[in-house]
């Protein structure tokens, strides 16, 4: 992570805000993170600034202050101390707002997030919440945690999801998309006028109302920002995502979950079956029919008691749609299909990284073939140097030299 702005005091005018994005996954994030970082230059000119090198730090960061725990065989890099390091660059920017954004943060529990809080000191704390209709929202999810490897079909984690909401999947879900409990664990050390819930928008709104809404809170002009060719995190075809899982069932229990997300999810889901996926999503499962009803209610309601900052529309999260609608299974011949085009995908991508490693491999070579002659040619110039008497004495001298100067 890079020292930004460190030649500079810390900023502590009154005014300047840090924005804390906090997510939730599957409602935008990954577009208005693209959003920023795509036109981070004209923006931070314009006081909005996505502080850090890449969306990377805010990621180890995340797992930093949510205290994930590293796996040493992992070869990325450790996160321990990421958290700290991002917030001295939130707060030491010349900005007049800076930003730290990680879909994950939405989780944070009352002390992670007084923790967060109090190591932006000298900035005022705002926090942006986006969350979306449920009924919509849940085979987005189901498909992203099939690209982190579940085995478990839509119906099998739907109804974890709402039966089991301490533990397993569930946790996780109501952790992040209960609008209500996350704005009351940050309300904890951010003041309510400082918590902003963004909507959605459903199908149909411009692409970039989402981004408008953002900028309302971080008063700054949408306009500036004119790079809307972002990566978005799409969601999977039915049939693309029940190749995943069974590939999950499949594997190992030894393969590591790094290699998972290299691979699984990043090559065959991202680049490879996701391009070909065709929108649309199956029925609500019936067993949790009528609690995705009253969960809706509940968290309209609770939004709507104004206990936070809203931006958007509460309608937008009304369920109306026909809950038993929507595609039918797949077909065995559209499994056959992705599941061929899928390890298609893989050969080409895997004959791509075979190529690259040995071009690396025989650039390797060629260096220390390279270093290897220089070496060659130093030893037999001072071989030689050694058999005369005046170049032994001089050679003598420049070894006691470098040997002092190697151990004052």
Not at 155 to 167: K, P
Not at 185 to 196: D, G, L, M, P, Y
Not at 372 to 399: I, K, N
């Amino acid at each position: 992570m890079g020292n930004e702005d460190e030649a500079s005091e810390p900023a502590r005018k009154a005014g300047r805000r840090v924005i804390i994005h906090v997510g939730a996954p599957k409602t935008g994030t990954t577009f208005l993170q693209g959003v920023l970082w795509r036109n981070r230059q004209a923006l931070r000119a314009a006081g909005l600034h996505i502080v850090g090198q890449s969306r990377g730090d805010h990621y180890r960061a995340g797992h930093d202050i949510r205290g994930v725990e590293y796996n040493p065989k992992d070869p990325r890099p450790d996160w321990a101390g990421s958290w700290d390091v991002l917030a001295a660059l939130a707060v030491g920017s010349q900005a007049r707002t800076t930003v730290i954004s990680d879909e994950h943060l939405a989780s944070l529990t009352p002390e992670q997030v007084q923790r967060a809080v109090s190591s932006l000191k000298g900035r005022e704390v705002h926090v942006v919440y986006t969350t979306r209709n449920l009924a919509r929202l849940l085979p987005s999810e189901h498909q992203e945690y099939v690209k982190h490897r579940s085995p478990l079909t839509y119906e099998e984690w739907a109804t974890r999801v709402f039966n089991e909401r301490d533990r397993g999947p569930g946790k996780w879900f109501w952790s992040v998309h209960s609008p209500v409990d996350v704005v009351n664990r940050w309300s904890t050390a951010v003041e309510a006028k400082n918590i902003h819930v963004l909507t959605l928008p459903m199908p149909g709104a411009p692409k970039d109302e989402l981004w408008h809404r953002f900028c309302v809170v971080a008063d700054v002009d949408p306009g500036l920002a004119t790079d809307f060719e972002v990566l978005g995190n799409d969601s999977l075809g039915l049939a693309e995502t029940e190749v995943l899982r069974r590939v999950n069932k499949a594997l190992p229990k030894t393969f590591p979950r790094w290699h998972h997300s290299g691979l699984a999810r990043d090559v065959l889901a991202t680049r490879i079956l996701g391009p070909r996926s065709k929108s649309g999503r199956p029925p609500v499962p019936e067993p949790i029919r009528e609690a995705v009803l009253l969960q809706t209610e509940a968290n309209v309601e609770g939004l709507g008691s104004g206990m936070c900052d809203l931006v958007g529309n509460l309608e937008e999260l009304s369920v109306t749609d026909d809950l038993a609608s929507g595609l039918k299974p797949p077909t065995d011949a559209e499994l056959l299909d992705a599941a061929v085009e899928g390890i298609s995908g893989l050969l080409v991508q895997m004959g791509r990284m075979r190529d690259d490693r040995r071009r690396a491999e025989g650039g390797l070579r060629r260096q220390l073939t390279a270093s290897g002659q220089v070496a060659r040619t130093r030893t037999r110039v001072a071989s030689m140097v050694d058999r005369t008497r005046l170049g032994s004495a001089a050679l003598s001298r420049y070894r006691n030299a470098r040997e002092r100067s190697n151990h004052p």
